[in-house]
């Protein structure tokens, strides 16, 4: 049989030359009008899912917002997006051999065909194998990612126990111009009370709250932390992410301490905040560093390998992996390695040099929203021989990551490869723990810290924040505090320094390969 390889998006695909034919354009001129491919469905036979590319039941026209690059859309049916995702998930997806093989002609939508096509399989704890599976807006999720932008109020909400709590709020927005502050809870969205809204009603809340789109304007009572109602008007708009939310120096009598709380590892804008907050830790001369992920759901897998070389530099082997990507059978055991990335690389200016702190230790605050990227990172800089200190608790568990693609106005997110360290572990599917009894080992998903919960009575950074200033005695004393673990405020009906789960989109729990 003959064979070609060429480039599609960006993805390396073999095709016979019957496809070739076919698709002209993949290494040639493109051809909108090509003629649709059959969709004949045959169990177990996959044609390249090149074939099926770009072939959309409503294709679109124009050019992309933010890549300036024109759509490839071409007019086709469901049935080829739904064979393009079966022939690409068996391609790429890492557990392919546990895929079911579905006829895509029986589906009328693709994200529904999609949703599909993933494992069933569980965990040997039981958990779901695979959490991470979903699709977006590839405009509005690119808008994240090119712009640092997202739609909203600037507010972050986080879910305890039944109740919307404020975990933070972005400068220069709607709610910080409102006032509204960590701590808050939500009572009531436009007249109707929360906690005996229908079924109807909670639907309406939740899009207005999570995903309003942009001019809506609605009424929000919350709840302040001493009790008293707190009414605030906002409209939605685009809102600048701050991926450096704070970064401070904490001054102690054992030398000065650096504060970093980073939330996100998925947007460009990212390098050159991490670029400006390390520049003001090095020319300070920090003595220790606590990096606050406790909200940090992961991104770009190379942001973390500059993260990495940011708090380490030439304490780490910059020649050894940092992070090591692997994939399914069909590549030939083939991985991906990044080591320490020592340049930003899509900031808004050409590649400017990162400079490092070069320490050898670092505190990290997590909580069960810490996920993907900063796992990865914490996971790198233990197979470097970095100390990590874990201060909170335990991650979401997820050593997978993506090399998502698009098609026909969805960008597709499968788990595609699994990551290790310099040392080859990688097995942290139930998170990272932090444990006080001396079992730490880089070889194994427990970290020597201390557990404590989230304190939403206090902002980000304060050094009386439980969280922080764990980490703090814990520096100071080499040991946990006696309280750590049980340490409660409460506020109204409930506790404020509790685990909860963050309101945010699938597409910020990712890592995500280049």
Same mark, same amino acid.
């Given at each position: 049989?003959?064979?070609? #390889?060429?480039?599609?998006?960006?993805?390396?695909?073999?095709?016979?030359?019957?496809?070739?034919?076919?698709?002209?354009?993949?290494?040639?001129?493109?051809?909108? $009008?090509?003629?649709?491919?059959?969709?004949?469905?045959?169990?177990?036979? &996959?044609?390249?899912?090149?074939?099926?590319?770009?072939?959309?039941?409503?294709?679109?026209?124009?050019?992309?917002?933010?890549?300036?690059?024109?759509?490839?859309?071409?007019?086709?049916?469901?049935?080829?997006?739904?064979?393009?995702?079966?022939?690409?998930? $068996? *391609?790429?997806?890492?557990?392919?051999?546990?895929?079911?093989?579905?006829?895509?002609?029986? &589906?009328?939508?693709?994200?529904? &065909?999609?949703?599909?096509?993933?494992?069933?399989?569980?965990?040997?704890?039981?958990?779901?194998?695979?959490?991470?599976?979903?699709?977006?807006?590839?405009? #509005?999720?690119?808008?994240?990612?090119?712009?640092?932008?997202?739609?909203?109020?600037?507010?972050?909400?986080?879910?305890?126990?039944?109740?919307?709590?404020?975990?933070?709020?972005?400068?220069?927005?709607?709610?910080?111009?409102?006032? #509204?502050?960590?701590?808050?809870?939500?009572?009531?969205?436009?007249?109707?009370?929360?906690?005996?809204?229908?079924?109807?009603?909670?639907?309406?809340?939740?899009?207005?709250?999570?995903?309003?789109?942009?001019?809506? !304007?609605?009424?929000?009572?919350?709840?302040?932390?001493?009790?008293?109602?707190?009414?605030?008007?906002?409209?939605?708009?685009?809102?600048?992410?701050?991926?450096?939310?704070?970064?401070?120096?904490?001054?102690?009598?054992?030398?000065?301490?650096?504060?970093?709380?980073?939330? !996100?590892?998925?947007?460009?804008? *990212?390098?050159?905040?991490?670029?400006?907050?390390?520049?003001?830790?090095?020319? @300070?001369?920090?003595?220790?560093?606590?990096?606050?992920?406790?909200?940090?759901?992961?991104?770009?897998?190379?942001?973390?390998?500059?993260?990495?070389?940011?708090?380490?530099?030439?304490?780490?082997?910059?020649?050894?992996?940092?992070?090591?990507?692997?994939?399914?059978?069909?590549?030939?055991?083939?991985?991906?390695?990044?080591?320490?990335?020592? @340049?930003?690389?899509?900031?808004?200016?050409?590649?400017?040099?990162?400079?490092?702190?070069?320490?050898?230790?670092?505190?990290?605050?997590?909580?069960?929203?810490?996920?993907?990227?900063?796992?990865?990172?914490?996971?790198?800089?233990?197979?470097?021989?970095?100390?990590?200190?874990?201060?909170?608790?335990?991650?979401?568990?997820?050593?997978?990551?993506?090399?998502? #693609?698009?098609?026909?106005?969805?960008?597709?997110?499968?788990?595609?490869?699994?990551?290790?360290? *310099?040392?080859?572990?990688?097995?942290?599917?139930?998170?990272?723990?932090?444990?006080?009894?001396?079992?730490?080992?880089?070889?194994?998903?427990?970290?020597?810290?201390?557990?404590?919960?989230?304190?939403?009575?206090?902002?980000?950074?304060?050094?009386?924040?439980?969280?922080?200033?764990?980490?703090?005695?814990?520096?100071?004393?080499?040991?946990?505090?006696?309280?750590?673990?049980?340490?409660?405020?409460?506020? $109204?009906?409930?506790?404020? $320094?509790?685990?909860?789960?963050?309101?945010?989109?699938?597409?910020?729990?990712?890592?995500?390969?280049?």
């Amino acid at each position: 049989m003959h064979l070609s #390889i060429c480039l599609w998006n960006n993805t390396l695909i073999v095709m016979t030359l019957a496809v070739i034919a076919l698709l002209m354009s993949g290494c040639g001129g493109y051809d909108r $009008h090509a003629t649709p491919p059959e969709v004949d469905w045959v169990a177990g036979n &996959y044609e390249a899912f090149g074939l099926y590319s770009h072939f959309c039941e409503n294709p679109r026209t124009g050019v992309h917002p933010y890549t300036h690059q024109a759509f490839l859309d071409r007019q086709g049916s469901t049935a080829h997006q739904n064979h393009f995702l079966r022939s690409w998930s $068996h *391609a790429k997806y890492l557990w392919y051999k546990e895929l079911p093989d579905l006829d895509p002609n029986s &589906y009328d939508n693709s994200g529904d &065909y999609f949703n599909k096509l993933k494992t069933k399989a569980l965990t040997a704890n039981g958990n779901i194998k695979d959490r991470f599976h979903y699709s977006e807006d590839e405009v #509005i999720g690119d808008q994240l990612t090119y712009t640092g932008e997202q739609g909203g109020y600037g507010v972050r909400w986080k879910y305890v126990n039944g109740t919307r709590y404020v975990a933070w709020v972005e400068p220069n927005t709607p709610a910080s111009q409102a006032g #509204i502050q960590r701590g808050m809870w939500l009572s009531h969205v436009d007249g109707v009370a929360i906690d005996s809204a229908s079924a109807a009603q909670a639907e309406v809340i939740k899009t207005v709250a999570d995903t309003p789109p942009l001019g809506t !304007t609605a009424a929000f009572m919350f709840v302040t932390q001493a009790g008293d109602d707190y009414p605030a008007t906002l409209t939605a708009q685009n809102v600048a992410v701050s991926a450096v939310y704070s970064r401070s120096i904490i001054t102690t009598t054992t030398g000065d301490v650096g504060y970093l709380a980073f939330n !996100t590892f998925n947007t460009y804008t *990212a390098e050159d905040q991490l670029k400006e907050a390390f520049d003001f830790f090095a020319s @300070n001369t920090i003595d220790d560093l606590v990096i606050d992920l406790r909200y940090n759901q992961g991104g770009f897998v190379y942001i973390g390998a500059q993260l990495g070389f940011l708090v380490a530099g030439n304490q780490g082997d910059d020649q050894a992996a940092f992070t090591v990507l692997q994939y399914n059978d069909k590549r030939n055991n083939s991985t991906k390695t990044y080591r320490f990335i020592k @340049n930003t690389r899509n900031g808004k200016n050409s590649p400017q040099p990162l400079t490092s702190v070069n320490l050898n230790r670092v505190y990290v605050l997590t909580t069960g929203n810490t996920c993907s990227a900063s796992e990865g990172f914490i996971n790198g800089l233990r197979g470097l021989g970095i100390e990590v200190i874990q201060i909170g608790s335990t991650t979401c568990g997820k050593p997978h990551g993506f090399n998502a #693609i698009s098609n026909c106005g969805r960008r597709y997110f499968s788990v595609i490869f699994e990551t290790v360290n *310099a040392q080859g572990f990688g097995d942290y599917t139930d998170g990272f723990s932090p444990v006080d009894d001396g079992t730490d080992n880089p070889l194994n998903n427990k970290i020597n810290g201390c557990t404590v919960g989230d304190d939403l009575t206090r902002a980000l950074g304060d050094k009386n924040e439980a969280m922080l200033q764990t980490a703090l005695f814990h520096r100071a004393n080499n040991q946990c505090p006696p309280t750590a673990a049980s340490y409660i405020q409460s506020i $109204h009906h409930q506790p404020l $320094h509790v685990e909860g789960r963050l309101i945010a989109p699938l597409s910020s729990t990712v890592m995500r390969d280049e």
